[in-house]
C-alpha cells in the first residue's frame, strides 16, 4: 500500500484575451474546476496503476473539499487520513490568455495548515511506500520523515516546488524523485542532458541519499543509487500537448509498480510510459493514463 501526504487543489481556470492590469476588471471566457495539487496528481496516478493508495493531508470546510472528497474517492483512493481544516480548501487561480501565457495565484488553504499535529495522528505501519512533495508545512513532512526512518518505511520525496524547500529533510530521504530545475537548485548544477544530470546525482549521492531520480522532460530520466547502479532512460516520443502533472504522473506510476517488487528497469519504463501518455493529453489529472493503456502503449 502507498500513502500519499501532501496537497489537493481546486484549480481554477478562466481564459482571457490579455491579463488584466492593476485595478482594472475585464471579461473572462469560460471558468473550468480542475481538482489538482501534486499529492492528489500523485496518489490518483498511482491508484490509475493498480496501486492501494491512501491520502493524507488537508481540505476546508468548504465545498470545494466535498468535491475534491468525491472525485479521489471515485479513483478509489483511501481517505480516511484526510482531515477537515477550519479554513478553505487549497486553490490555484488561473488565468490563461490568448497565448497561452498564465498566470497564476496560489492559495494554499488547508495545505499549508497540515501541520505535524496531524502528521503525528498517522498510523504508517500499514505501508510500504510513502510520498511526500514540498506543498504542506515542512513540519508535517518532517515528522513523517522521522516516523517512517523508526520503521523503515522508505519515502520517495518530491521536493517540488523548490522555492521554500527545507533543505535539511534531505538527510532522511531514501529515495529522492526531482526534475531539472529542482536538481539544478540542490545540486548548482546546470543540466542540459542526461550527463549533467548524472553529475547533479552524484553530489546529492554523496551528500547521502541512498537513491535517487532526476526526469529530464522530453529527454526522459536517469536513476542512480548508492551501490553504484546507474540507469539512463529515454522519453518515448511523442506528441507532447500538454505537460502539467507529467512529473506527478511518473511517480505514481513508478511508485505503483515499485510497491509490487517489480525490477527497477521496468518500473522506469513503466513510469516513462505512463508519462508520455498524460503529456499526449491536454489536462492535468484526466490525462493521468490507466495500468490498461499503459500495457498497452508498451505492447506496441
Ligand atoms: P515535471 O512535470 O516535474 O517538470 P518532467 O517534465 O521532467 O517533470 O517530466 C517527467 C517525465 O515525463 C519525463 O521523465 C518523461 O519521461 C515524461 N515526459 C515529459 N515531457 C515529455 C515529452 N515532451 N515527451 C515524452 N515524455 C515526456
Redesign the pocket.
Known sequence: RILVVGSMNMDIVTGVERHPIPGETIQGNETRFFIGGKGANQAVAASRSGASVAMAGGLGSDSFGVDIRERLAEDRIDLDYVVEKPCTTGIALITIDGTGENNIILSSGANGRYGAGEADQLDLSDFDVILLQNEISPEANERVLDKAAEKRIPVFMNP?PIDGFDQSQLSKVTFLIL???EAEALSGIRIEGSSQALEAGKIMLDEGIPQLII????K??IYMDQTGNQII?P????N?VD????????IGAFAAKYVTGAELQYCLRY??AA??L??SEPGAQSSIPREEQVQSFLAK
Open positions: 517540488a526534475n531539472e530545475v526526469t529530464l522532460g522530453s526522459g530520466s532512460l522519453a518515448f516520443s511523442v507532447a505537460t502539467t502533472a507529467a512529473g506527478d504522473t511518473f513510469a516513462t508519462s508520455a498524460a503529456v
